[in-house]
Structures are given as structure tokens and as C-alpha cells.
């Protein structure tokens, strides 16, 4: 059972790794699909939370992912099954592409397929931002510290680390008031 369990670990992240063009964020729908909706391996919620975990640890994003949902599932063996799941396509097509690419560079067929990848992967980016929004966004506060650190992205040249951890800073601060708050009146009746 665990060697099939690590063999699906494997193959799933081996085909969002293969499938997927564009980076980390362009993972997310198939994470989310392959994940959340067929496998049920993990919530939306903790597939988000392990998403940002991997935007805060050193390393590629979807690397951090794959190796924390297969840790999820199946310990050590997991993690690393599912990473090298995701890395292998990557290590196959650079190998290929490396020893072509010099064939094609100046084709201009392949110069506009480019281009129109990079137009589907801005769609793509747009779809799973406003699906995670969707799903995350559940209150005004959670909506204000949305638009502020936007903003702050926006207009400064803050790591992502620090806007991450201002958002979360801000939201545990917020988090502890409100239940101080809530407290306090269940106290007082």
C-alpha cells in the first residue's frame, strides 16, 4: 500500500510538474485540481497554506509544495517521491530543449508560439488569483489586508517574505483583538 501510495505521489506531481508552464503560480489550478478535487490528498484551505509556506521557505514554490503535501501523506518518502515527481519533467524537457533550442531560436514560428504561451499563462495567473480570492477572502479585514499589502507590492520593492509576514502579523493581531473583544462580552452578560 505505501509503495503505491508513494508511486501516486510520483505520477501526480510528475504530471503537474509536466503540464504546467509559467512557474509556481501557474501550478495552482492543477495543484488544486489534482489535489483538493481528484486525489482529496489535502482541503483548499491547507493546499493554500502549504502554498504559502512554500512562498516563504528558500527554494521554488512548487518544489516546496509537492515536498510538503507528499511529507503530508506519506512521511519522508513522500516528500521525496513527490518532489522528484515534480522535478523530473523539468530535468527531462531542459535536457531536450537544451540540445534543440539553438535550432530554434531564430524561427519565427516558435518566436509567436512563445508569445502565446505567455499570453495563457497570464490568463491562467489572472483565473487562480481570482479563485483564491474567492476562496480566501472572506471578510473585510481579510479584503483590506489584501488591497494594503497589494499596494505596499505595488509601490515598494518589499520582499515577498516581509509582505507575507506583515499580512500574517497583521492578521494574528487582529485575530487576538477580536477575541479579546469577544471574550470580554461573554464575560460581562
Known amino acids: ?43 483548499e484551505e491547507e493546499l493554500l497554506d502549504c502554498y504559502a509556506i512554500g512562498q516563504c521557505t528558500p527554494g521554488i514554490i512548487a518544489v516546496n509544495t509537492a ?23 523539468s530535468v527531462l524537457i531542459i535536457t531536450i530543449v537544451a540540445n534543440f533550442l539553438r535550432f530554434f531560436m531564430d524561427n519565427e514560428i516558435f518566436i509567436h508560439a512563445m508569445m502565446g504561451v505567455r499570453g495563457v499563462v497570464c490568463a491562467l495567473l489572472m483565473n487562480t488569483v481570482i479563485n483564491l480570492g474567492k476562496k480566501s477572502l472572506k471578510s473585510i479585514i481579510a479584503w483590506i489586508i489584501a488591497i494594503a499589502i497589494f499596494v505596499l507590492a505595488i509601490l515598494t520593492k518589499l520582499p515577498t517574505i516581509i509582505l507575507v509576514l506583515m499580512a500574517a502579523t497583521t492578521g494574528v493581531i487582529i485575530n487576538a483583538i477580536k477575541s479579546k473583544k469577544e471574550k470580554e462580552a461573554v464575560e460581562n452578560e
Open 1 to 43: 500500500m505505501k509503495i503505491k501510495l508513494l508511486f501516486e505521489l510520483y505520477w501526480s506531481f510528475f504530471k503537474i510538474g509536466g503540464l504546467t508552464f509559467g512557474g509556481g503560480l501557474t501550478m495552482l489550478p492543477m495543484l488544486e485540481h489534482e489535489l483538493v478535487g481528484k486525489r482529496q490528498w489535502i482541503s
Open 67 to 89: 515536498t510538503f503535501v507528499g511529507f503530508k501523506k506519506a512521511g519522508v518518502p513522500g516528500g521525496i517521491f513527490a518532489t522528484l515527481g515534480m522535478i523530473s519533467p
